[in-house]
């Protein structure tokens, strides 16, 4: 078994007449918690997109767990074991916390049929998910919906899980607790793909890193060697950690 879960060989990705992904080599290490980074419009997002099928490669290979999922539809790829939380969290507002989840357990009818130990542990996690069950999910603040919808993600086992930009707009706390149920997921052995802008967020979390840079990736290593480098940081993002 390949120590790589999930694997990019020269994707490239059109959106109408744009040309947005030139070549993207990535991979994630199984187990381990990889961040993609990158100035404002260098396709990280669309490298997850790509990845999740909503917009399909013009050119290249994705491949998880050796199974080339390149031209796959984006159930097919959810169904594979990878679960997506999108930069807008994509939250129903007008249900219920117990509704959203409901939604995302495939497995359950209702409420009780949903795994209650993997609820409890969710709840450990994310006590406000707890707090608000029955509250809509639209009153909740932004950082709740953020814990929401990585509860979804995460209401049933997933081998992988994608986020995009997990800590925007967050207070300080909150994105405290982020970090640590990131490292809880980690330790559980989920293997994690976090796009990120908050660098001491990226640094406290992430084992590998790869910096995008004009729709390619432009450098990937160890997440602690980019952190003690800094002239490399400079080169690639043009800021310290």
Known sequence: MSDNLITLEGVHTHI?????????????PRGQLTMLLGRNGAGKTTTLRTIMGLWQASQGRITFGGQDISTKQTPQIAHLGIAYVPENMGVFSDL??????????????????????RLQWIFKLFPAV?????HPAGKLSGGQKQMLAVSRAIVEPRELLIVDEPSKGLAPSIINNMIEAF???????VTILLVEQNINFAKRLGDTVAVMDNGRVVHAGSMQALAQDEALQQSLLGLAL
Do not use: C, P
Not at 16 to 28: C, T
């Open 96 to 117: 219920t916390v117990k509704e959203n989840m409901l939604l995302a357990a495939r497995s359950a009818r209702n409420a009780e049929q949903m795994d209650q130990e």
């Open 183 to 189: 490292q809880q997921l980690k330790q559980s052995g």
């Open 16 to 28: 109408g007449a744009y040309h947005i992904l030139h070549g993207v080599d990535l991979v994630v």
């Open 130 to 134: 707890e707090k608000f069950w029955n």
